[in-house]
């Protein structure tokens, strides 16, 4: 919670964002550094981000199908994101939380 109001929101709020897309992203943003915290110990052990061709390796096809699978669902209108919700800046139709999602939870699954 700390780390949240002290650090992360003054920072979101220089990009001059909305009040409730600066609480949105904040939060977005301590839960992934969150994964990555709480999993950084098993590193000792699995040494998956010492490896990163096999780290890429085991992500890529993991993401790939997630995100085909989320532009499908988007090209098709199953569900969309809200620019109001977002940052803005989109890699492929999808918004950058979106593969920041897909790369951080697989990474932080390889290690528990």
């Keep these: ?15 001059s964002l909305p009040a409730c897309l600066v609480n949105l992203l904040t939060g ?8 990555l915290a709480i999993t950084l110990p098993l590193e000792r052990f699995a040494r998956v981000y010492r490896s990163p061709v096999r780290l ?38 999808l918004p950058l939380e979106e593969w920041l999602f897909f790369l951080v939870v697989p990474a932080c699954a390889l290690l528990t």
Excluded: K, N, Q
Aim: charged letters at 15%; glycine letters at 6%.
């Design 1 to 15: 919670m700390l780390l949240r109001l002290r650090i992360l929101r003054p920072l979101l709020r220089l990009l």
């Design 28 to 35: 977005l943003l301590c839960l992934l550094l969150g994964c």
């Design 56 to 93: 890429a390796s085991t992500l890529m096809p993991v993401v790939a199908v997630f995100i085909a699978w989320d532009e499908i669902a988007t090209v098709r209108g199953v569900w969309w994101f809200s620019p109001r919700f977002t940052l803005g800046t989109s890699i492929l139709g």
